[in-house]
């Protein structure tokens, strides 16, 4: 996976200041790749996911620079790895409340 890293460095324009930053870096490339392919098994052909600027990014700078969306709870994370619309709800807990609460 090293050198599928190292071209997409290039295709990004990626270059880090530190050895101990190109390995994080790298740790995070590998887990975004297995997460890419992990949505393509889930989405059964619906939807096909790639990797993109922000593949060496960890979780919290990816919802950062990506668009800001808050953490997502166990549920959220499911409906977004099986292709559901709601991922950025407001931090309520949307379908327990009933009229009046």
């Not at 997409?8 to 101990?20: F, T």
């Not at 499911?78 to 991922?87: E, H, I, P, S, T």
């Amino acid at each position: 996976m090293r050198p599928m890293f190292e071209s997409w460095m290039v295709e990004h324009g990626r270059r880090y200041e530190s050895e101990e930053e190109t390995t994080m870096r790298y740790r995070e490339f590998k887990r975004n790749v297995k997460d890419v392919d992990r949505a393509n098994a889930l989405g059964g052909g619906k939807a096909v996911f790639g990797l993109n600027h922000l593949s060496d990014s960890t979780q919290a700078e990816s919802r950062v620079r990506g668009g800001g969306c808050r953490d997502l709870t166990p549920a959220e994370d499911l409906m977004f790895w099986l292709g559901c619309d709601a991922v950025c709800l407001p931090a309520v807990k949307w379908w327990t409340q009933r009229r009046g609460d």
